[in-house]
């Protein structure tokens, strides 16, 4: 299965608009990193251990949609896309694909709207977490994510989004181009990620 064009997919539009306005506003910044675009955060330092995140490198992903695979059937024990819980976006014209997932905001509006904390952080960790027993099914977390990376599955009647496979992501490890990585949060790490923002920027500025 092929994503098509942006063009022609108001929902991916919404989330170019929101990804471009980010960059716009975070660029060359360590608000680029709160907010958490293009990483995904864990936890914080727990022992000796460094938090990892979850980086995007869009100029690797080829489009192949293994991580959707990987992802849906580390969750639910069988490959169905539509329980993932990353999405690749593909924008055929200019020729690039962008693996999507939960970016652990640190100021989530899905934990904002959540009428019932089914949606919370956890004390001492960044990792945005679910309860699926406190959940009421309202959907509100799915219009509120601004990336679009909350979903409501009515097969399993629940909200899917990245856990980060209890810090072992599956999407990393079945990714063939590496296009995701599962590392250090350091400040050399950092630096690429806001070398990355900054190329992202530019991609969409000029599509």
């Not at 098509?4 to 471009?20: D, F, I």
């Not at 936890?43 to 690797?60: A, E, N, Q, T």
């Amino acid at each position: 299965m092929r994503f098509p064009a942006v063009s022609s997919v108001g929902c991916c539009n919404l989330l170019r608009t929101g990804l471009l306005n980010a960059l716009w506003a975070c660029e060359d910044t360590d608000a680029w990193l709160s907010r958490g675009q293009c990483v995904a955060s864990t936890s914080d330092w727990i022992g000796d251990s460094m938090p990892k995140v979850l980086m995007i490198h869009p100029d690797r992903c080829t489009g192949c949609q293994n991580c959707e695979l990987a992802c849906s059937f580390s969750h639910e024990n069988q490959f169905r896309p539509t329980a993932t819980r990353i999405h690749v976006y593909s924008w055929e014209r200019e020729g690039f694909s962008v693996p999507m997932m939960c970016q652990q905001c640190d100021s989530a509006s899905c934990v904002k709207v959540c009428p019932t904390g089914a949606l919370h952080r956890a004390k001492g960790t960044t990792l945005v977490e679910y309860s699926r027993e406190k959940c009421i099914g309202c959907r509100m977390c799915t219009i509120a994510c601004p990336f679009g990376n909350a979903v409501y599955d009515s097969v399993t009647e629940s909200i899917l989004k990245c856990d980060t496979c209890d810090g072992d992501p599956a999407c990393v490890q079945f990714c063939p181009s590496q296009a995701l990585e599962f590392v250090d949060d350091n400040i050399s790490t950092r630096s690429r990620k806001r070398e990355l923002a900054g190329k992202f920027k530019s991609a969409f500025e000029g599509a």
